[in-house]
C-alpha cells in the first residue's frame, strides 16, 4: 500500500486491473517474489518500479494467507493468464508505504496504469485487497500515535497546522488545536526554522521541519502523541 498526502487528502497509490477494454476495477500494487530476492528487496523493488523513488519509508504490517482468499473464478483466470503460472493459491506479504505525493513520478505510475485515489472514497478493490487496505489503514493509525510517520507525507518545511491537518485526515477526527501545538512542540526533533510560510492570504506560519537523527538518538523517550 502507497499513501500520499496532498494537504487535505489521505490517498492511496491502486492499479487498473484489466478484464476487457471496458471492463476494469482497482487494485494494490503487488508482484511475485523471485528467487534470488528477500522480502524487503522484493517490496522496495516493487515501489521502485512503480514510483522511481528510493529511500522512503517501508514497513510490512501482516500476512494474508486464507485459503480461501481467491475464490472468484475469473480472479484465478486473470493471474493465471497474466503470470502464465498455473496459481492455485496466493499469500501476500503486506507492506505499507509513505511518500509525498509531489515527488512521486506521475509518468511512471502513468504507464503502470496506476491512479491515486481518497482512501475514502474507496469502498471496493480486486480481490481482497479492500481487506487489506482497511487492516493497512488501521496500522496507520495505530503507528502514528507512537511513531511520528507522518513526517514522511508532509514537504520537508512545514507548519503546524498543516502537521494538525494531516493527524486529523489519518486519524479521521478533529483535534483541539491548542492541545495538538502543546504536544507536538515537546517533540526536540521538530525544527523550528527562522522562515515561514509565503504565498498565503492569512498571517504566514512559522514553518518546521523534521530532524530524523535527533529522533533516532531520543527514540527511547519518545512516548507517542496519543491524540
Known amino acids: 500500500m502507497v499513501f500520499g498526502f496532498d494537504g487535505k487528502n489521505l490517498k492511496i497509490l491502486l492499479m487498473e486491473r484489466h478484464f476487457t477494454e471496458t471492463e ?9 517474489i523471485t528467487d534470488d530476492e528477500d522480502l524487503d528487496s522484493a517490496a522496495y523493488r516493487i515501489l521502485k ?6 529511500n522512503i519509508y517501508l514497513g510490512q504490517f501482516s500476512v494474508f494467507g486464507s485459503p480461501n482468499r481467491i475464490s ?10 497474466t503470470t ?5 493459491r496466493v499469500v501476500t506479504i503486506a507492506y505499507y508505504s509513505l511518500i509525498r505525493i509531489k515527488e512521486s513520478k506521475k509518468e511512471r505510475a502513468f504507464k503502470n496504469n496506476a491512479v491515486w485515489k481518497k482512501v475514502d472514497e474507496v469502498n ?20 502514528l500515535q507512537i511513531k511520528p510517520v507522518g513526517m514522511e507525507l508532509l ?9 494538525q491537518n494531516l493527524y486529523e ?3 479521521s477526527k478533529k483535534l483541539d488545536n491548542r492541545n495538538f501545538r502543546k504536544k507536538v512542540l515537546k517533540a526536540n526533533y521538530l525544527i523550528p526554522l527562522d522562515e515561514k510560510e509565503t504565498k498565503v492570504a492569512h498571517k504566514p506560519a512559522r514553518l518546521y521541519s523534521f ?4 529522533y533516532k538518538n531520543s527514540f527511547n523517550q519518545f512516548e507517542g502523541f496519543q491524540f
Open 72 to 81: 472468484k473464478e475469473r480472479d484465478i483466470e486473470w493471474l493465471r493468464k
Open 124 to 143: 471496493e478493490l480486486a480481490f481482497d485487497h479492500f481487506n487489506i487496505l482497511e487492516e493497512g489503514l488501521s496500522h496507520l493509525r495505530s503507528k
Open 169 to 171: 485526515v489519518i486519524l
Open 84 to 88: 502464465g503460472l498455473p496459481i492455485e
Open 155 to 163: 514537504p520537508a518545511k512545514f507548519t503546524i497546522r498543516q502537521l
Open 211 to 214: 530532524n530524523k537523527e535527533i
Open 49 to 54: 518500479e512503480l514510483t522511481e523513488l528510493e
Open 24 to 32: 476494469v476495477d482497482l487494485k494494490l500494487p503487488g508482484d511475485f
